[in-house]
């Protein structure tokens, strides 16, 4: 080793895909339920738990949307990937979603403490947590509807 005191360059990039014109716009929780629908495997939603970010800009307009994990574990790692990924994509908001695959939009308590994880780290970071979806096959429930945020 002969220098000790060399670090590795860590690098972040943004290449937008599109342009600005071009970004979706959100608006209710609806439509941003059917927006979030088409990122999970339809064939797999009652099967799979997957867990989701969407990526907004100031004006609430989509930047993209990151599947962050498959399966039932959800880790502190993953509220890591989170911020990353609205640090990296320049998001000054977020939408945070998941699926429960029995079909039931009833709130667990894992539910509420990922929530509270991510707005945490969100407020952190001065990024906005907008929302939390719940997404089963036939209906969805919004942690910002019901006032839960």
């Known amino acids: ?3 000790l005191f060399e ?4 690098k972040l990039t943004y290449k937008r895909t599109f342009e600005l014109s071009e970004m979706l716009k959100t608006l209710s929780s609806k439509e941003i339920c059917n927006l979030l629908r088409q990122s999970f495997n339809l064939e797999t939603l009652d099967l799979t738990v997957s867990f989701k970010v ?6 609430k307009n989509v930047i993209g949307i990151l599947n962050v994990a498959d399966g039932h574990t959800f880790a502190k790692e ?6 990353q990924s609205a640090l990296l994509s320049n998001a000054d908001r977020i939408i945070i979603a998941h699926n429960h695959t029995d079909g039931d939009l009833t709130i667990r308590a894992m539910d509420d403490y990922i929530t509270k994880q991510v707005k945490k780290a969100c407020v952190m970071m001065d990024i906005e947590l907008l929302d939390h979806i719940i997404i089963t096959s036939e209906s969805y429930y919004s942690y910002a509807d019901n ?3």
Not at 7 to 10: A, K, L, P, T
Not at 54 to 59: E, G, T, V, Y
């Open 78 to 83: 993953k509220v890591k990937l989170i911020m």
């Open 147 to 149: 006032k839960r945020l």
């Open 7 to 10: 670090v590795s360059e860590v």
């Open 1 to 3: 080793m002969e220098n």
């Open 54 to 59: 969407l990526l907004l800009s100031p004006q």
